[in-house]
């Protein structure tokens, strides 16, 4: 087992990965009320250290307090300082192994107006909130060079600048942001946001040892949607999201992080389920056509592969001992699809798996059953975690059903 491709190491810009295990970033709501991580957080992420993964992405962390998802999210201020430097300080207490990425956020068009500002490059039916003006996203740069500044200080390895999921990042990439300004119309004003960040970030932090990526929709899956070929169009075309990564490469990027769709409309293809397992297959022609931009400067990393699990799965047309996570992980890391591979709901479900994989123990494996019950805890904003394996968390889930009824998904 430790010979196989995922437990060789790797080089990200000037550090080193030990293995090619990479846990996603996963939002789970506990912070405290000034966006600190909490004594559940705490618990997590030692967790994860101790499970040995080579690389660790801090969940989504707000760089505005005034515009974002949740409401116990992570934040990136000058008064979170102290506290993330601490928070990371343990980490690399319980493993000083594991590389250890922010992953920095503004969620615009999906924050939470009950408890912030939803705002909006150009309202997307269902969305919207109030229009982003040039100063404003002007101002939204300066919080993401500010937020790099506060992970390096704190003691992080990178940051990662969100291009994913329908997030802020993902919205002034569109071709749906077809708005004559600044930052939208034409692909090389809307890429310029991306391109700025990534610019200033390398000015204000000159240490090469810091590094900086992003993970990236490549698909949407709606119309006007990023790596859509125009405003009004869902037709995949990748020739935007294959020009950002080369764009993010020259200006520095150590990795990219593929993924696809967006949770809050095309949840199935970010999160490959059991009803639509094969949009997996999708995530590795995507994985494929960024490596060949990207290798070999840029580590490139790939998404969804939770839904292989053991090889018990609902893919058809497959033997069994050819459909699993460890399977595709090092097959796709062998045929050059793919440098790494994350996973984010099994990481969930058994923070050990990278410990367990490496002992040769796969039987030992909690794999994750893909209900998507984490997912609700999310979306009714609360604390989160594997609802299956842990008790705290079905509890949480039993409540918080008695109180809002059971969250019926679009695909369900
Ligand atoms: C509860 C939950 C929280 C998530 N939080 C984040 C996040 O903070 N940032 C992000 O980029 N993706 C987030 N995701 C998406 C995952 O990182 C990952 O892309 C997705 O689950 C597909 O991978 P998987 O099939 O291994 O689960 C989240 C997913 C879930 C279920
Ligand atoms: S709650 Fe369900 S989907 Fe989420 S980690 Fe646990 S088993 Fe996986």
């Not at 990219?256 to 949840?267: K, Q, Y």
């Not at 609902?314 to 050819?322: D, S």
């Not at 594997?386 to 509890?395: D, G, L």
């Amino acid at each position: 087992m430790e010979k196989s491709p995922l437990f060789t190491p790797i080089t990200i810009g000037k550090k080193e990965a030990t293995n090619r295990l990479v846990i996603n970033a996963m939002e789970c709501c506990d912070s405290d009320e000034l966006g600190n991580p909490s004594p559940r957080t705490y618990r997590r992420y030692a967790r994860l250290f101790e499970g040995g993964a080579g690389v660790i992405f801090l969940e989504a962390i707000t760089v505005s307090y005034e515009s974002r998802a949740r409401l116990n999210q992570l934040s990136i201020m000058p008064h979170n300082a102290k506290a993330l430097e601490k928070f990371v300080a343990e980490m690399k207490r319980v493993n000083p192994k594991p590389l250890f990425i922010f992953q920095l956020t503004h969620a615009g068009e999906l924050s939470n107006p009950e408890f912030s500002r939803r705002v909006c490059v150009k309202p997307l039916p269902g969305l919207g909130g109030d229009l982003l003006s040039e100063e404003d996203v002007d101002a939204i740069i300066d919080q993401f060079v500010l937020g790099a500044r506060i992970a390096y200080d704190a003691g992080a390895d990178g940051v990662d600048v969100k291009l994913c999921h329908g997030y802020l990042g993902t919205q002034i990439l569109r071709p749906y942001n077809d708005r004559p300004w600044k930052y939208g119309g034409p692909w090389e004003r809307r890429r310029q946001f991306a391109f700025e960040i990534y610019e200033r970030i390398r000015k204000a932090i000159p240490d090469p040892n810091f590094l900086l990526g992003s993970k990236v929709t490549m698909w949407e899956g709606i119309p006007g949607g990023q790596g859509c070929a125009g405003p009004d169009t869902a037709i995949m075309d990748l020739s935007e999201p294959l020009d950002l990564l080369r764009g993010l490469k020259e200006r520095g990027a150590d990795f990219i992080l593929v993924s696809a769709g967006n949770p809050s409309l095309t949840i199935a293809l970010a999160h490959p389920d059991k009803r639509i397992p094969d949009y997996a297959y999708l995530h590795h022609y995507f994985q494929k056509e960024a490596r060949k931009v990207l290798a070999p400067e840029v580590v490139t990393m790939g998404s969804a592969y939770s839904i292989f699990r053991d090889g018990n799965n609902n893919f058809l047309g497959v033997e069994r001992e050819k459909s699993s996570l460890l399977y595709w992980g090092n097959k796709n890391i062998e045929d050059g699809v793919v440098d790494m591979i994350a996973i984010g709901r099994q990481s969930l479900a058994d923070p050990f798996l990278p410990k367990k994989l490496l002992k040769g123990k796969p039987e030992e494996v909690r794999w994750c059953t893909l209900c998507d019950a984490c997912m609700e805890l999310l979306i009714r904003q609360q604390p989160t975690g594997c609802v299956v394996y842990e008790k705290e968390y079905a509890e949480i889930l039993r409540e918080t059903r008695k109180k809002y009824g059971v969250l019926k998904f679009k695909h369900t």
